[in-house]
């Protein structure tokens, strides 16, 4: 069986020669849960934004690269073939929900422009499938809130408008860039587990970008390691927690903060 | 009905009622300057005896050189100056916009370019550059004159909106609506327009407060509207031409000038406050 998204010897170049991303492949199935781990600077965003061709202008994917995805390689789409792509196949959650949301837009209008976009011609139509979408994720009064503004949600209100704008077409593959770095930790889980329904639900792959080990162990059935741009380990979570193999993975396990009863 | 016409909740930003009163009076005034206006402006009463009037009950703002009523020729110039105004704004509007939005929306070459037209069209300071194209052509007609303020106008307006557009542009809800397949023209009218139209609000209000003693600059260096027209630089003109003798030629154009881009400047600030979402009560 073929995987859903096939990245192979990715590379990305900065001016001066700056390697962001240094000849990474790794595989993500259908419906598979992979975080993508490493300290920040790692190049795990790169990596992500480079699959989406979201990179800024000054970036250099190397020539050699593949993305292969629905058997295309998304890096040698052009622009309009990658504006079909995002949004309906692929679908991004970001780590900021009050900066990912257009503060001019009720949140309504901007789950139903995903759907204006792919194709429903009707606003009427794109918001009723919005209000949906919005009680889906658990967004209560979905039929009011969605007249609302982002600035009148608190913030895990927010995040779950960005994932019902992400997961409205269900999308083979959702990349969740820091999906709740910028949450509390109470909303964190419910988020967290908010994903994992819809996931199940829908049979959506998720790629989780987080330097957060806690969500890796709680949310993810494999994990790619990376240090410096390259991949140093591919392991399932439950082996890469109990015997990590590379030096960076284990420093990584010790750094995370415990809990420790005085006795 | 659709959900976008559902009516948006009154907003409780206070209105500048002072401004408005007096920007409306102004406009309704000058709209209906047959009406309100005592005289005819270019009415002579009498060229010997009733010329360089002080104010009076007959004429509460006196009356010229030539014994014109001098608040029918303020009332009348009114609407010259708040046409020419308000119409050349617009033009250095749409051009300003366009060419902005497009500079930084693009980036890359098509911004280097076309911001280089910019810098050098605003390197010669616009009074300068208007005197020349007066000396070029001549006097002007109304027409001309708003033609020529607008394509003087839209350098400094395509700034503003290329500096702001930029800004918008590298927010990251921009990136976000990239990221859901928004196409790039949807993004620039949806996600970062939006944003930058209250700042070309405000932009363009400031502007016509410019516009205005621009044009009464003009006007009184008698290379804008020509003479026998009223306008208020042309008024202040007569009274600068018989060495502030007459006062009233000078004070009471002079005051309209200063209540209109004072109401105009008030008026521009409180909408931009208006316009912001994050000022807006909540649902």
């Not at chain 1, 789409?77 to 959650?93: D, F, K, N, T, V």
């Not at chain 1, 792919?118 to 919005?130: D, I, L, Q």
């Not at chain 1, 910028?182 to 996931?199: C, F, G, K, S």
Request: one cysteine or more; proline letters at 6%.
């Amino acid at each position: 069986m073929t995987a859903l998204l096939e990245v192979r010897h990715l590379s990305v170049t900065y001016p001066g020669d700056r390697r962001a991303v240094n000849d990474i492949s790794f595989d993500i199935d259908a419906g598979e849960t992979v975080a993508l781990v490493g300290e920040s600077g790692c190049g795990k965003s790169t990596t992500a934004y480079a699959v989406m061709q979201l990179l800024g202008p000054d970036a250099r994917v190397d020539r050699n690269s593949r993305a292969v995805f629905d058997g295309d390689n998304l890096l040698t789409h052009s622009r309009e073939a990658m504006c079909r792509i995002r949004g309906r196949r692929i679908a991004m959650i970001f780590q900021e929900p009050a900066a990912a949301l257009n503060p001019s837009m009720r949140v309504g209008d901007q789950v139903a422009e995903v759907a204006e976009v792919h194709g429903e011609r009707s606003h009427r139509r794109a918001f009723e499938k919005a209000v949906t979408m919005l009680e889906r994720v658990g967004i209560r009064d979905a039929g009011r809130r969605a007249y609302a503004f982002p600035h009148e949600l608190s913030g895990g209100m927010r995040q779950r408008v960005v994932i019902a704008m992400a997961l409205l077409l269900q999308p083979a593959l959702v990349i969740a860039d820091e999906p709740t770095s910028a949450l509390d930790v109470t909303v964190q889980a419910q988020i967290l587990a908010l994903i994992d329904e819809l996931r199940r639900d829908a049979g959506t792959a998720v790629l989780f970008i987080t330097h957060d080990l806690a969500v890796v162990a709680e949310s993810c059935s494999r994990a790619i390691v990376m240090q410096g741009g390259s991949i140093v380990e591919q392991a399932t979570t439950e082996r890469l927690f109990a015997a990590p193999k590379h030096r960076h993975s284990a420093d990584l396990l010790r750094a995370v903060p415990r809990l420790e009863v005085a006795p | 009905m659709s959900p976008r016409s559902r009516a948006t909740p009154r907003r409780r930003v206070a209105t500048p009622r002072l401004a408005i009163a007096a920007l409306i009076a102004l406009v309704a005034i000058a709209a209906f300057a047959p009406l309100t206006a005592p005289f005819h402006p270019a009415e002579q009463p009498d060229a010997a005896l009733a010329k360089n009037l002080p104010p009076s009950i007959e004429h509460p703002f006196g009356t010229d050189g030539y014994s014109r009523d001098v608040l029918s020729r303020v009332i009348y110039g009114a609407r010259t100056s708040l046409a020419v105004a308000g119409i050349s704004v617009l033009v250095a509007l749409a051009l300003g916009t366009a060419v902005g939005a497009v500079a930084g929306f693009a980036g890359g070459n098509v911004d280097r370019w076309l911001m280089r037209g910019v810098d050098a069209v605003l390197s010669v300071p616009r009074l300068l550059l208007l005197l020349v194209i007066a000396a070029a052509f001549g006097q002007l007609s109304l027409g001309g004159l708003i033609l020529v303020l607008g394509l003087t106008g839209w350098p400094a307006m395509s700034r503003i909106v290329r500096a702001q557009v930029r800004e918008m542009a590298a927010l990251d809800h921009v990136l976000a609506a990239r990221a859901l397949g928004v196409q790039p023209g949807r993004i620039l009218a949806r996600h970062v327009m939006p944003g930058v139209w209250p700042q070309v609000l405000v932009a363009a209000t400031l502007a016509v407060a410019s516009v205005i003693p621009l044009e009464a600059g003009l006007s009184f260096l008698g290379l804008g509207i020509p003479a026998p027209a009223p306008s208020w630089g042309n008024i202040m003109l007569e009274g600068y031409e018989q060495q502030l003798r007459s006062w009233w030629l000078v004070v009471f154009p002079g005051i309209a000038i200063i209540t209109t881009v004072l109401a105009v400047n008030v008026i521009g600030e409180r909408l931009r406050e208006s316009l912001d979402p994050r000022l807006r009560p909540p649902v």
